[in-house]
């Protein structure tokens, strides 16, 4: 039977979006893993049926691990699919866990980023098997407290005025995007709903109304990313499948 890739979704409001789309596309077999209920230890996985690993966001802090002991979990498992070089896609969370994983600090970023964004994508792109051929700036959507230093020996890929590290590469396998190119129209609409519920965006001076506003057209502007980036990422999953 042919290997699979294992997703970790760390909040109940934030699953994989348009991630799952392209592993179908190219015939790769996913598995989602809701750890957020879980508050007993978890199984080591069976590295024979891993092909891939992505983690996605959630509103925790990397160290919170007393309150969510999964996440403790999931920075072994990262730690262990890199040095077995099997592609790794961390996003927000995600991407703080594999710093993390990788020896780095994560901790509060000046601002808060929410809505949309433009990214700067560095020269360490031009060669990056994931990144190559994207063009910059880049818009994407952003929803994070925390930010991370960049692991020792990783490649920075993408830049923000408000948040320096957006995008890593350590090795050949492992990616970490603080942005969330995984988003759909209708995901960011549930999200607005419940930070206007929330009263979230509110406190710190957003409006839920512009962000939606500004969507239809901000997407199509992120799909060129999302399109090379995550179709690349599905490619990589597939060979290491075969």
Known sequence: MSRKVYIFQ???GEPPGQIVDYLDWVGVRFELIPLFHIRESVSPLDWREVCGLVVLGGPMNVDEVEAYPFLMWERLQLKEAVRREIPVLGICLGAQLLARALGAKVYPNPVREIGWYRVTLTEGCQSDPLFAGASSP???FQWHGDTFHLPEGAVLLATGSQCRHQAFRYGNNAW???FHVEVTPMLIRSWM???T????????GLSASQIEQETPHRFGEMQRLARIVLKRFAEQCRQCSD
């Open 10 to 12: 760390n909040a109940r």
């Open 138 to 140: 880049a818009t994407v």
């Open 193 to 195: 709903e419940l930070a």
């Open 176 to 178: 970490g995007l603080q």
């Open 197 to 204: 519920q929330n009263n979230e965006l509110a406190e710190i």
